[in-house]
């Protein structure tokens, strides 16, 4: 069979760190996976004098997913391409707790939902200003009677919803609700919106959900105002199957929700577009961390099941899924966050044994 091509971008500061021991794990599995590494970050500005050259963007043109670390400044326009240039509209973070991990709940048994976050608009679109510049436009509060420009000087950020981007991440959520419940799952999508406020754009997005949910006769569905949902997330975190919301809402609280299961370093996710999808762990760089060899690469090893079962490969997703589920529940080797002493790689070098 021709092989399936991956883009890997190590990222920067720390997260070369837990992709590197993951790459070698993958590798274990004798993966029919050609690894791509085009000049990304540091090296594409040394060799092509920019740190995203035309090299890399044909890579990935050219590939059928990539791996991703994470981005601070360096590697930050690849993964602007990854999203933007590739219409990477679903940002798929899971969160499930296992044994062993440290989780801060009483008891977090039974903990696995799925947050789906749009990843295209709302106030990610960067389209940002000072207030003046909203002059002509007239606009008004409808709670102050009050002009925008006669307030006090500042800036604004532009929050687009659209029909579109709306309709097309919320049937990516009840399509995954749907598979979830084949498995086991509830089959259940919860749409998280500030509705109340927001008439005309959280408004929006809550009634094209509606719309949607009707083609789902068979997947339960709610909508909760956003605040009340973090609250529920927090209180009992086991009602919730599929959630789907905005871009800022869902960037925060997947964020939280990783929390309630032991911490970022837990936490992998996966963005999906129609036709293409790249996948990174939640977290940052942790560039306090950077070059000591403990950074925690569970999300890292996660988010690679994740893309091995976009890429046809689920037996060998659910053997690495499996490894890491037995690391933790025997508790002997276990990251620094997670309350062990283990390394990056004498934690790699368990999960490796167990494969």
Same mark, same amino acid.
């Given at each position: 069979?021709?092989?399936? !091509?991956? /883009? ?7 997260? #070369?760190? =837990?992709?590197?021991?993951? @790459?070698? %794990? ?66 798929? !973070?899971? /969160? ?7 989780? #801060?709940? =009483?008891?977090?048994?039974? @903990?696995? %939902? ?242």
């Amino acid at each position: 069979m021709t092989p399936k !091509r991956v /883009v890997v971008i190590e990222g920067d500061d720390a997260a #070369p760190e =837990a992709v590197r021991p993951t @790459l070698a %794990l993958l590798d274990q599995l004798n993966l029919n996976i050609d690894w791509l590494t085009p000049p990304v970050g540091d090296q594409g500005k040394q060799r092509y004098g920019t740190t995203f050259p035309e090299q890399a963007r044909r890579a990935i043109d050219e590939s059928d997913a990539t791996f991703f670390g994470a981005a601070s400044g360096k590697s930050t326009a690849a993964l602007f391409y990854l999203r933007f240039g590739k219409q990477t509209y679903a940002n798929v !973070r899971p /969160v499930k707790w296992l044994s062993g991990f440290n989780s #801060p709940l =009483a008891d977090p048994k039974g @903990l696995d %939902l799925v947050i789906v976050r749009e990843n295209l608009e709302d106030l990610y679109l960067g389209v940002e200003g000072e207030i003046k510049d909203l002059d002509p436009l007239d606009l008004t509060s409808p709670f102050t009677r009050e002009k925008i420009t006669n307030m006090s000087p500042g800036r604004y950020a532009l929050k687009v919803i659209t029909e579109k981007g709306t309709a097309r991440v919320t049937r990516f959520a009840f399509e995954l609700a749907r598979n979830r419940k084949r498995h086991g799952r509830p089959g259940k999508v919860t749409c998280a919106t500030k509705y109340n406020m927001l008439f005309r754009s959280d408004g929006f997005f809550k009634e094209v959900a509606q719309k949607i949910a009707e083609s789902y006769p068979d997947i339960e569905f709610e909508t909760l105002i956003v605040d009340d949902f973090a609250h529920r997330l927090v209180a009992k975190p086991q009602q919730f199957d599929v959630a789907v919301m905005p871009n800022l809402y869902g960037d925060i609280l997947s964020d939280m929700a990783g929390g309630l299961v032991g911490g970022l370093g837990l936490a992998p996710s996966g963005c999906y577009g129609d036709n293409y999808a790249y996948f990174e762990p939640v977290h940052g760089t942790a560039p306090d961390i950077a070059g000591q060899n403990i950074i925690n690469p569970t999300a890292t090893i996660l988010s690679a099941a994740m893309m091995l079962e976009y890429l046809g490969f689920k037996p060998e997703a659910e053997r690495i899924e499996e490894a890491v589920q037995k690391v933790y529940a025997e508790g002997r080797i276990l990251p620094r966050d997670q309350g062990g002493s283990a390394t990056t790689t004498e934690f790699v070098k368990a999960i490796k044994e167990y494969l």
